[in-house]
């Protein structure tokens, strides 16, 4: 009996033992378990919390791009359509008036030298549009590509609009380079007042050009397949 007690204790000891570290690594397992399960539940609540807020942002860059999208196409449209002469502008520039020759030609004198044609008015608007002019007009009648000035008997036509004398030409441009330019050494108003045609030159530092208001149309001409969008 002497001889087993040792043996049976050394038995109890590790069966206490083995029970003591089987009892330690359940806690600790368990424990581990709790810490991973939070964990992922924190994770989880994180992705959650980011993706709606993804979602939020996404929304928001939508709206600022179509918002955005609108304002840029508005200006866009709004220069196109000043580029095409459809709006009033406005800016510094000149005021030309020309009126007929009050002389009293004499006896055998051609007349016609003594009035104004369509020809003298289109070398004064010609005569701005070389020196910078960036909108023109004629008795408030935009004056672009597409515009005619043509006699009409006595009258003038513009945009066939019929006009008598005085005329009034609008330009927006360099004021100082618009009136430099017409009154050169040679240039079209000294030509014009070698027959008493009356030509007056004001610079303004605000005038306003109306928008062109007839048609245009495109018969023949069609826009290039490459440059469709």
Request: charged share 30%; net charge neutral.
């Amino acid at each position: 009996m002497h001889g087993k007690q040792p043996k049976i204790l050394l038995f109890l000891v590790c069966v206490v033992l083995g029970v003591m570290i089987s009892t330690q690594f359940r806690s600790s397992e368990s424990a581990n378990r709790t810490i991973a399960q939070q964990r992922a539940e924190d994770l989880s609540g994180r992705l959650k919390a980011t993706e709606k807020e993804n979602e939020t942002l996404k929304a928001k860059v939508k709206a600022l791009e179509e918002n955005t999208g609108a304002d840029v196409k508005g200006e866009e449209i709004l220069q196109l359509k000043a580029d095409a002469g459809y709006t009033a502008l406005r800016g510094p520039g000149v005021i030309v008036t020309v009126d007929d020759s009050k002389v009293i030609h004499k006896p055998g004198d051609n007349p016609n030298l003594y009035i104004i044609h369509d020809d003298d008015l289109l070398r004064v608007i010609n005569e701005l549009r070389a020196a910078g002019a960036e909108a023109l007009s004629l008795n408030k009648e935009r004056i672009l590509d597409v515009s005619e000035v043509r006699c009409a008997g006595p009258t003038v036509s513009v945009n066939n609009t019929r006009f008598s004398p005085p005329y009034e030409i609008r330009a927006i441009g360099n004021s100082k380079t618009l009136e430099g330019a017409l009154k050169l050494r040679g240039g079209v108003i000294e030509t014009l007042k070698l027959w008493g045609i009356s030509v007056d030159v004001v610079a303004k530092d605000n005038l306003e050009i109306p928008a062109y208001k007839g048609p245009r149309h495109y018969e023949f001409a069609k826009i290039k397949d490459g440059d469709k969008k």
